[in-house]
């Protein structure tokens, strides 16, 4: 319990709302089972491609082409940031998270680990905004309102180049010091590493919609099974259950009258900023399932629960991510971590909703 603080919350939070909601047929509609099967997939094929130190390799790369620690991290950064873009926000981190963790151990740049993970993870928020499987919530309401590709890219390309430029300020002032990896190279198995890259490239056609999510769930676990079996035991399932959990709640709320009726009132005054304040509270995906049965103002709901991504800790469950990641690389740092991730995330959010506002009266 104490080391799945967030997933024991969803839980009781989940279990609350089902006094309310007596369990029933359509609890089966709550879950979005693309995005945990995809998540299930990425997860299994980053743990093998851990465990032949791939990211090591990633990391000696990065540290040669770059040599600083500004560049360096700006480089993680942009990686993150693109790669959100391309296999969606929680994929991006599971997939990049490691590789920030190698190149700064490798160069005995732990100090800078706090900010690093922090800023991957402000990257793949607000970068993931962009396109309509970058953020889960994304993939949601494109979904649901059937939102044209060009509109969806439009609504969001004010905040993502904000983004951008945010982004790349906050790492300006981080020291050029010079940065080496220790140690000898190390060679990855080429057969495995090519089956590895071979599966997670079949993760990201899933997310596409290029292949049905079952698919993955068949082939990725047998093949780990018969080559890293090991891979599949170090897969992060109590993030898989936060899911669920979330995913309960969310349902479980929509449907008590008493949430409803507020709901819609709020939703009435500002779309945009309940939205941002719901997912401060509720996390983003939650806040989008949620708010999206009380609206149509889909571009303003859009927009509040890309931007409500950045502040507090559960604002996203991306976040969740990272915090559990930084916990388990960096034990004994919770605290000062948690206060840098509420400056930054903070600056994050009142500089995207300040904009979007000024937007708003034009």
Same mark, same amino acid.
């Given at each position: 319990?104490?080391?799945?603080?967030?997933?024991?919350?969803?839980?009781?939070?989940?279990?609350?709302?089902?006094?309310?909601?007596?369990?029933?047929?359509?609890?089966?509609?709550?879950?979005?089972?693309?995005?945990?099967?995809?998540?299930?997939?990425?997860?299994?094929?980053?743990?093998?491609?851990?465990?032949?130190?791939?990211?090591?390799?990633?990391?000696?790369?990065?540290?040669?082409?770059?040599? !600083?620690?500004?560049?360096?991290?700006?480089?993680?950064?942009?990686?993150?940031?693109?790669?959100?873009?391309?296999?969606?926000?929680?994929?991006?981190?599971?997939?990049?998270?490691?590789?920030?963790?190698?190149?700064?151990?490798?160069?005995?740049?732990?100090?800078?680990?706090?900010?690093?993970?922090?800023?991957?993870?402000?990257?793949?928020?607000?970068?993931?905004?962009?396109?309509?499987?970058?953020?889960?919530?994304?993939?949601?309401?494109?979904?649901?309102?059937?939102?044209?590709?060009?509109?969806?890219?439009?609504?969001?390309?004010?905040?993502?180049?904000?983004?951008?430029?945010?982004?790349?300020?906050?790492?300006?002032?981080?020291?050029?010091?010079?940065?080496?990896?220790?140690?000898?190279?190390?060679?990855?198995?080429?057969?495995?590493?090519?089956?590895?890259?071979?599966?997670?490239?079949?993760?990201?056609?899933?997310?596409?919609?290029?292949?049905?999510?079952?698919?993955?769930?068949?082939?990725?676990?047998?093949?780990?099974?018969?080559?890293?079996?090991?891979?599949?035991?170090?897969?992060?399932?109590?993030?898989?259950?936060?899911?669920?959990?979330?995913?309960?709640?969310?349902?479980?709320?929509?449907?008590?009258?008493?949430?409803?009726?507020?709901?819609?009132?709020?939703?009435?005054?500002?779309?945009?900023?309940?939205?941002?304040?719901?997912?401060?509270?509720?996390?983003?995906?939650?806040?989008?399932?949620?708010?999206?049965?009380?609206?149509?103002?889909?571009?303003?709901?859009?927009?509040?629960?890309?931007?409500?991504?950045?502040?507090?800790?559960?604002?996203?469950?991306?976040?969740?991510?990272?915090?559990?990641?930084?916990?388990?690389?960096?034990?004994?740092?919770?605290?000062?971590?948690?206060?840098?991730?509420?400056?930054? !995330?903070?600056?994050?959010?009142?500089?995207?909703?300040?904009?979007?506002?000024?937007?708003?009266?034009?």
């Amino acid at each position: 319990m104490k080391k799945n603080t967030v997933m024991v919350i969803a839980m009781v939070a989940a279990a609350v709302t089902c006094i309310f909601v007596p369990v029933d047929k359509e609890y089966i509609n709550y879950f979005d089972f693309k995005t945990l099967a995809c998540l299930f997939c990425v997860l299994a094929v980053v743990c093998a491609l851990k465990n032949i130190n791939f990211f090591y390799m990633l990391a000696r790369s990065v540290v040669r082409y770059f040599k !600083n620690t500004r560049l360096c991290i700006l480089a993680l950064l942009y990686i993150t940031f693109i790669g959100s873009m391309l296999i969606a926000n929680d994929m991006a981190l599971l997939t990049f998270l490691p590789l920030g963790y190698f190149v700064l151990t490798s160069t005995n740049k732990r100090r800078y680990m706090a900010f690093t993970f922090i800023m991957q993870n402000i990257a793949a928020n607000l970068g993931g905004m962009l396109t309509p499987f970058g953020n889960p919530q994304n993939l949601y309401l494109y979904t649901r309102f059937e939102i044209p590709n060009l509109e969806f890219m439009k609504i969001m390309a004010p905040p993502f180049i904000l983004s951008v430029l945010l982004m790349t300020v906050c790492c300006l002032f981080i020291k050029p010091e010079p940065m080496e990896i220790e140690g000898e190279p190390i060679c990855v198995p080429p057969g495995r590493t090519v089956l590895y890259l071979a599966l997670f490239a079949l993760s990201i056609a899933i997310v596409f919609r290029g292949i049905p999510y079952w698919v993955g769930l068949i082939v990725i676990p047998v093949v780990l099974l018969f080559v890293d079996y090991r891979a599949l035991l170090m897969v992060d399932y109590p993030l898989l259950l936060t899911f669920v959990f979330f995913f309960i709640f969310s349902g479980n709320m929509a449907r008590i009258p008493a949430v409803q009726n507020v709901l819609s009132s709020l939703l009435d005054r500002s779309v945009l900023l309940f939205s941002i304040i719901s997912c401060q509270m509720i996390s983003n995906v939650p806040s989008a399932i949620l708010l999206s049965q009380f609206t149509e103002n889909y571009s303003q709901l859009l927009l509040g629960v890309n931007i409500g991504g950045v502040g507090t800790l559960i604002a996203s469950l991306a976040s969740l991510i990272t915090f559990r990641e930084y916990q388990k690389d960096e034990p004994g740092h919770t605290l000062g971590y948690i206060g840098k991730f509420s400056a930054l !995330n903070f600056g994050f959010l009142g500089a995207l909703t300040g904009l979007e506002l000024v937007l708003n009266l034009f």
